[in-house]
């Protein structure tokens, strides 16, 4: 309280106080940051995995034709 009655605010204490609150909040930001990298990296082999999936699938589905093709012509000479 001032001489007149009035709370006051000590402009050095809150000074520091919002310095360690950006300090927290920088910490904060730079986990999410990393934490993201880590998920975006993730999802980079996700998407090479589906890549090689789909190229297998693919390969498996011409394989399939093929083979029914070639059951029904021995179905043709029986």
Known sequence: KG???YL?????????????????LDDIVQKLTADIKSILEKISSYDAQIKMLIDENNALKAKNAELEKRIEALEKHF
């Open 3 to 5: 001489e007149d009655g």
């Open 8 to 24: 006051r605010i000590r402009m050095e204490d809150m000074f520091y106080a919002v310095v360690n609150s950006v300090k927290q």
